[in-house]
């Protein structure tokens, strides 16, 4: 490649006059990369699907990570005076655990399920956005690991990852950690905010013909609501962190009571950002869950119109609840009580999606495959996190139970049963519509139940351990205040300790079956394995590369049902018949094939303009060289990424058909 | 292979090399051989690219455009970067006997005309398509060159202003951009109202304006700041022993400043019979004795409900090497209140008289503090 | 009791109600979480009736945290109800509807009417609960009927109390029998007088920590640069143990704390103890350990009333320019009190300890006046502490960490005594109650 490319042209005859030609491509070295196979198709890719489908992987590495961590903590705590971690290590394990499952794995994982199936829920060959997407994964991935070096550059953070000032300021953090932590956070938050728009826009103009908002499948809809919900509360995390950044960098007092500031002013910012995030966290799970019920129960989603505005009511209300994490912080008694009411409001609409639940299995024809166990667990299990919620959205006695392991329990009901379960309900479901692959149902299933015994081995003790007044982030507990008899706190930390391992072995199980499943080649999956209702099983397993042949029309929602079957039923009775199979669905798709469809071309800039991100943040807290280096590629990245032709020549591609199985000729620009 | 101007970079570069090692035998100066061989890098590295690019001259490996590139048919088009080069040459020379700032700037000037040369030079022989060729250009210089632009003339302008701010006199200042700002006004509204103004008008103003701006800012800066005035804090008040009764430039608008504290250890209030009580929460209303911890920063609020201007005084004792320590609050008007940070390094027991809130003028007014 | 014991007793009980999983695969998906739900539910009977760990939220021992008490069971129970009722609801729908060939349902999106009132439902009860919320949560935040103030200070990482003095020169409501009343400051442990109106005005010298005795009130966090209140009321004399729930830093575990309830008689005598004049040493190891303090302490820790018999001057002790925080642990009647260093420690040997803490009501006020006595004393942490307290306990006191400090230590440094200056000092404290 030349840094100078002109165009080709034939040569024309001296004595003619020459045509003027303007080129259609100009300058070769922002010319776009076209591989379609190998690891530069991936490293280069703005495929949604590709996307999702690192973003799902990078984050199950995390989540394996953040578990080891979880299973140090508990292995500290399962008798007294541990002596596996010091203070100092059990500190950092237990700030990036939680760091590490709620940025790196629950928030990605969920964004890896909507890259991948919103655009295909909707009926849209890419998102808005596809550069922007490939940027904000790699952002995400090297945040991630840029946090994740400071384990061997002096210490992780070990603040927790609630960081509250002033223990969070050099004097009482005196290693890197905490700026890792910062930098790494605003790296990553930077990943979520253009995901978060870029999925945004993707639900509300990408949809395809006749899809109202209120045919949206219900997935995408709480996809949306959470990032709505991003778009606002990334910034104000973003704040927070810049501050702490600038207390830790350049000796700022925003958090210094020495020089007149209110170490308050952190909790209240960095509760503004968690309230909602906890909402970010769950809703894709309860998307799921509402998209699996349905299908297993043949039958709609029940009130899908109150499940989609308990979401947004949830998106709302999240908002005003922030201070419930903060009623032993000394707020006054009006503003607790204030939020202590706003935090019942907020039971309601939550309340409302199990009830929905309940009533779509009520009636319908069930059957328990692996997603539908987790989708039921979820049910049981967020209901028991919800309810024990209730119990500390009454301020007094949550000035008991907050800060013990009570509220550990909690929101481990919460999060492992609420969120990671919808995740592997998801996993189990959409697996064959992402790899083309059945998981091992045996197997699946007994991944379920290790799962669900070893989670309530793990946290349930919690409760009694909270109860019996055992404080959280405590690197040791002794036996003089482990209590006798049945509630003994010794018993119940090592039932929870063992509970650790039976979900570990329930975790691994996961990974064999995936290994099982692609290893052992297992047959591929059926096109349409579970009788599935929404769009994106209008396509082929996997998807093709530009997902539909043609742009469906909806009519309704859960388009795919209705078009697989009418109601024959007369007088107010009802009957279904089968009309038609999936693969006379994708026949008819196949046979009538748009002519051009244009896709995205891969592009180099997105990985160049992240991997610049995690230099500037070393230069900050190294050296200001680095962060030189770093600028230089930044602006390198965006001059690149705004020199870049929109397309790919037709000349620098295969011309061979791609794949897909289509006989299409699809012509990979525009 | 090698063409002309490649054969020039390179020769430059084997010079530069030459000198570094002569200079470096003979005079024994690392900066110089560093600067030498630094030189020779940057002039290789340029070899490098114009041979790579084949020195921007189409005809090197493809005939065709060179008789079809825009380049080729007609005559370049006037430049003001080959004026801009030398300028700076000149201003690096005047710079060397004068000071280093006009070296910097004519360093500046050539950087920008070999860059901005080489992009024209580059952009006329793209392709035969005159309106392409500019596109290209702009393709690739705008994003460099306006950020640039838009930073210096933001530079000028702050610079400009702030020197003018700085110079003028408190009411100079308030009436100068008075005035500025409503020239600016009325010329846009003249704007407004004739629609119709030519772009040579409109930059004849703005030029205008940035010269008027850029010679002000000279002037200004030449002539140097004017005296500014330092206002006085209460801890200086402390530090020369003046918490008393006379009201100094610290007190002025004290109760407008006040950072009153959602939060405070105690209210300490000066009655207008004279005394002074403190009210914490847990006792009865008004005690003759306060309760504060040792080193820690306690916020105490004082509430004047006297007639008269009154501060609040307390005597820490010494501390270390230093003598006595006092702190006070400013004089606050009556009904006013003020807040004061207080840190005790010593027990009461360790000061002698132990520790006391008074208020100059008013013999009677005498809290006793415990610091345990 | 060993902890492994206790494990064997006790780990038939539910782990065979988790492992039993039956054949039928609907009432497997309800077992776990019913046998949890049960567990949770015996442990809220349980609890409410036998005292347990000595942290439990569920045994309140005073007015204040009778109150929250009175607000928590009844939502336990409506939680716990209303989770059968949903578990229930789940199960039947999951054994009753399960695919046994019945033909594809009606493809409903809802009935509006069942959706609105399931909806009001929950609404009704959340309103039912936020009344008594909002009435206990003022209740809980009155400060006028106060008898007693006590000022707590959090600091990495132990607590500091000093009693303040009323204008009628009492503390805490007492009047000091000798009338002399100069401050009362002390640390990890809060002696209360029973059935008192306690407030605690509590700061923070460094970072956030949170003043949590569980049986007698809920938390509050202690910040920097604020005072917060919390109401304290003991209804029994005893030992409420507690612990700082705020993540607070390295050795946030190892900050813990005790309010020690009397009788009013016991209290006035610890009182009128804790403001009696400095006792000089008596034997002549205390003698000799009154200089290896003077030497090796006392320029953070103040004992009041000791004077430097070289000088003859009152020592004066400047945490403040050694320790980050500013303060160090005043030790003048340091045997007066059980535990030590951030009452992570006990002062009293395991037998001696039994004997005070597990003291009834009506004999508890005098053993605890007893202080610790030679033979009582736990010899092996205390010597432990002494020898290398940053070993023991972890803090920031080495010197590659004073940088950021100024030069000033988070915590005791190590002092490098040897083993007589230890048996030295250990003499003249055991003298110090």
């Known amino acids: 490649m030349a840094i100078i490319e002109r165009p080709t042209e034939t040569l024309v005859p001296a004595t003619a006059t020459p045509a003027y030609v303007t080129p259609d491509s100009g300058l070769g070295v922002f010319r776009r990369p076209v591989q379609s196979e190998g690891w530069k198709s991936w490293l280069f890719t703005v495929d949604h699907k590709k996307l999702g489908i690192m973003y799902g992987v990078t984050a199950m590495a995390f989540f394996v990570i953040g578990g080891i961590e979880a299973m140090l903590i508990r292995a500290q705590l399962a008798g007294p005076d541990g002596t596996i971690l010091s203070a100092d290590k059990y500190n950092q394990m237990f700030t990036m655990h939680a760091t590490t499952m709620v940025f790196l794995f629950v928030m990605p994982m969920a964004a890896a399920f909507a890259n991948y199936m919103v655009p295909l829920q909707v009926g849209a060959r890419d998102v808005a956005f596809p550069r922007i997407n490939a940027f904000g994964f790699w952002a995400f991935l090297f945040g991630g690991i840029f946090i ?165 009511a949830i998106g709302f209300v999240g908002w005003g609840v922030w201070a419930h994490h903060m009623f032993a912080s000394g707020l006054g008694p009006v503003s607790v009580a204030v939020f202590s009411v706003a935090t019942m409001a907020i039971a309601v609409p939550t309340g409302v999606k199990i009830i929905n639940w309940t009533l779509t299995m009520w009636g319908g024809k069930l059957r328990f495959t692996t997603a539908m166990l987790f989708s039921v667990g979820l049910i049981i299990q967020f209901t028991i996190g919800g309810l024990s919620g209730v119990t500390h959205s009454v301020a007094p006695s949550d000035t008991q139970q907050t800060d ?230 930044l602006v390198l990245g965006m001059y690149g990424w705004a020199l870049e032709p929109s397309t790919a020549p037709e000349t620098d591609f295969d011309q061979s058909p791609p794949s897909g199985g289509s006989e299409l000729e699809v012509a990979s620009h525009g | 292979m090698f063409t002309t101007g490649s054969k020039l970079l390179l020769g430059s570069t084997a010079l530069a090399v030459v000198f570094a090692i002569v200079y470096g035998v003979t005079a024994q100066g690392t900066l110089g051989v560093f600067g030498l061989l630094s030189a020779a890098v940057a002039l290789g590295l340029i070899a490098g690219i114009n041979i790579y690019s084949g020195d921007a001259n189409v005809s090197v490996d493809d005939t065709a455009a060179a008789t079809v590139a825009a380049a080729a048919r007609q005559a370049p088009t006037g430049s003001p970067w080959p004026v801009v080069g030398v300028a700076g040459i000149a201003l690096v020379m005047i710079g060397l006997v004068t000071t280093s700032m006009v070296t910097v700037i004519g360093l500046v000037a050539i950087l920008a005309a070999v860059i901005e040369w080489m992009l024209q030079a580059w952009s006329e022989h793209g392709s035969a398509d005159e309106a392409y060729n500019g596109e290209i250009r702009a393709r690739l210089a705008n994003p460099l060159e306006m950020p640039i632009l838009a930073t210096i003339f933001a530079a000028i302008v702050i610079l400009g202003f702030s020197r003018i701010m700085l110079a003028l006199s408190k009411v100079g200042t308030v009436v100068a951009f008075s005035v500025i700002a409503a020239v600016v006004l009325f010329i846009a509204f003249l704007m407004a109202a004739k ?100 080193s820690n920063p306690n916020n105490v609020l004082f509430r004047n409900q006297s007639d008269h201007e009154r501060r609040l005084v307390i005597d820490l004792g010494p501390s270390g090497d230093s003598e006595s320590k006092t702190l006070c609050t400013a004089l606050v008007e009556p009904g006013a209140v003020q807040l004061l940070t207080v840190m005790f390094d010593k027990p009461s027991f360790a000061v002698e008289g132990g520790h006391r809130f008074t208020v100059p003028g008013v013999d009677t007014a005498v809290l006793k503090v415990v610091v345990p | 009791m060993t902890f492994h014991e206790r494990t064997n007793v006790q780990t038939s009980e539910p782990m065979t109600s988790v492992a039993s999983v039956s054949s039928d695969q609907i009432s497997r998906s309800r077992r776990p979480v019913l046998a949890l739900g049960a567990v949770i539910g015996a442990g809220v009977v349980a609890s409410s009736c036998a005292a347990q760990a000595p942290q439990d939220t569920w045994s309140p021992a005073g007015e204040n945290a009778q109150m929250i008490h009175n607000l928590q069971w009844p939502i336990f129970a409506v939680a716990g109800i209303v989770g059968l009722i949903v578990f229930a609801a789940v199960g039947y729908a999951v054994w009753k509807f399960r695919d046994r060939g019945q033909p594809i349902p009606e493809q409903t999106h809802g009935k509006p009417a069942l959706e609105i009132a399931l909806t009001i439902l929950p609404a009704v009860i959340l309103a039912v609960i936020a009344v008594p919320t909002v009435s206990t949560i003022f209740a809980l935040a009155d400060t006028t009927d106060t008898e007693c103030v006590v000022n707590v200070t959090g600091q990495q990482w132990w607590w500091e109390y000093d009693y303040p003095i009323a204008d009628d020169g009492s503390i805490c409501g007492f009047m000091p029998t000798a009338g002399n009343a100069s401050p009362i400051i002390t640390s990890g442990q809060m002696v209360l007088p029973v059935g008192t109106k306690v407030l605690v005005r509590g700061t923070s010298r460094d970072v956030i920590h949170s003043y949590w005795i569980p049986r007698l009130n809920g938390k509050k966090d202690m910040v920097p640069g604020r005072v917060h209140y919390l109401r304290l009321e003991t209804d029994t004399p005893g030992i409420y143990a507690g612990q700082c729930t705020e993540f607070c830093g390295l050795s946030h575990a190892n900050m813990r704390m005790e309010v020690i309830a009397l009788e009013r008689a016991d209290f006035q005598k610890w009182l009128d103890n804790e403001l009696k004049p400095y006792q000089a040493p008596e034997t002549a190891a205390a003698k000799a350990g009154e200089t290896v303090f003077i030497q090796q302490c006392a320029r953070c820790h103040q004992i009041n009333g000791l004077v430097d018999p070289i000088n003859g001057e009152l020592v004066v002790s400047a945490p403040d320019q050694f320790v980050w925080s500013g303060a160090a642990p005043n030790l003048t009647n340091l045997m007066m009190r059980n535990t030590f260093a951030g009452a992570t420690w006990d002062l009293l040997s395991p037998q001696c300890r039994a004997r005070v803490w597990e003291a009834a009501p009506e004999e508890f006020g005098e053993r605890f006046l007893e202080g610790v006595t030679p033979e009582c004393l736990n010899t092996v942490d205390l010597r432990e502490w002494l020898r290398n307290s940053p070993a023991k306990k972890p803090m920031y006191a080495d010197a590659e960490m004073l940088e950021v400090t100024d030069g000033k230590t988070r915590g005791m440094p190590y002092l490098a005594l040897s083993e007589d200056q230890i048996d030295l000092l250990i003499a003249y404290l055991l003298e110090r109650k």
């Open chain 1, 148 to 312: 994740n070096t400071s384990w061997i550059l002096g210490g992780a953070a070990d603040g927790g990852w609630f960081m509250y000032a002033p223990n969070s300021s050099v004097t009482f953090s005196p290693t890197n950690g905490i700026d890792f932590w910062v930098l790494g956070l605003l790296i990553t938050g930077i990943a979520s905010q253009t995901g978060a728009i870029n999925l945004i826009v993707t639900a509300l103009n990408m949809r395809a013909p006749g899809m109202s908002l209120m045919r949206m499948p219900i997935f995408t809809w709480m996809i949306l609501v959470v990032q709505f919900l991003l778009v606002f509360a990334i910034p104000v995390i973003t704040v927070a962190l810049v501050l702490l950044m600038f207390q830790r960098q350049f000796d700022a007092t925003f958090f210094s009571v020495e020089f007149g500031a209110d170490p308050l002013l952190w909790q209240h910012l960095f509760w503004i950002f968690g309230h909602p995030e906890v909402y970010i966290l769950v809703l894709p799970a309860f998307g799921i869950v509402s998209e699996v019920l349905p299908v297993f129960s043949k039958k709609p989603l029940f009130g899908y119109p109150f499940v989609v505005f308990s979401g947004a």
């Open chain 1, 404 to 633: 013990t392991y009570y509220i550990v329990a909690h929101f481990h009901y919460v999060l492992f049963g609420g969120a990671i379960l919808g995740i592997f309900s998801g996993l189990y479901y959409w697996w064959p519509k992402v790899f083309g692959k059945l998981l091992n149902e045996t197997l699946g299933k007994g991944n379920f139940w290790l799962m669900i015994i070893g989670m309530n081995l793990t946290f349930g003790p919690m409760h009694i351990i909270g109860l019996q007044g055992q404080p959280r982030r405590m690197y040791r507990w002794t036996e003089a205040r482990a209590g006798e008899g049945f509630f003994n706190l010794g018993f119940w930390n090592l039932v929870s300790s063992i509970g650790t391992l039976i979900l570990a072995i329930g975790v691994l199980l996961f990974f064999i079956n995936v290994w099982v499943s692609h290893r052992k080649g297992t047959v591929a999956s059926p096109l349409d394995p579970w009788d599935a209702r929404s769009l994106e099983w209008l396509t082929s397993n996997p998807p093709k590369e530009h997902n539909f042949d043609r742009l469906p029309t909806v009519h309704a929602l859960d388009e795919v049902f209705h078009r697989k079957y009418e109601d024959v039923g007369t007088d107010g009775h009802h009957e279904y018949k089968q009309v038609a199979t999936t693969e006379e669905l994708l026949a008819i798709e196949e046979a009538n094939a748009d002519a051009h469809i244009h896709m995205p071309s891969p592009s180099y800039w997105p990985i160049v303009l992240a991997f610049s991100l995690p230099i500037l943040a070393y230069g900050v807290i190294y050296n200001l060289v680095l962060m030189v280096v770093g600028a230089a590629i």
């Open chain 2, 195 to 294: 629609t119709a103004v030519a772009s040579r008008t409109l930059g004849g103003v703005v030029a205008i304006g940035v010269i008027a701006l850029v010679a002000g800012g000279a002037v200004a800066a030449v002539s140097g700041e004017r005296d500014m005035h330092v206002i006085e804090t209460t801890a200086a008040l402390a530090e020369r022993g003046q918490c008393g009764t006379e009201p100094s430039e610290a007190d002025k608008k004290a109760s407008q400043t006040v950072a009153a504290k959602s939060n405070q250890a105690a209210t300490v209030t000066l009655d207008a019979d004279g005394s002074l009580s403190v009210s914490v929460p847990g006792f009865s209303p008004s005690a003759q004795s306060v309760t504060l911890p040792r």
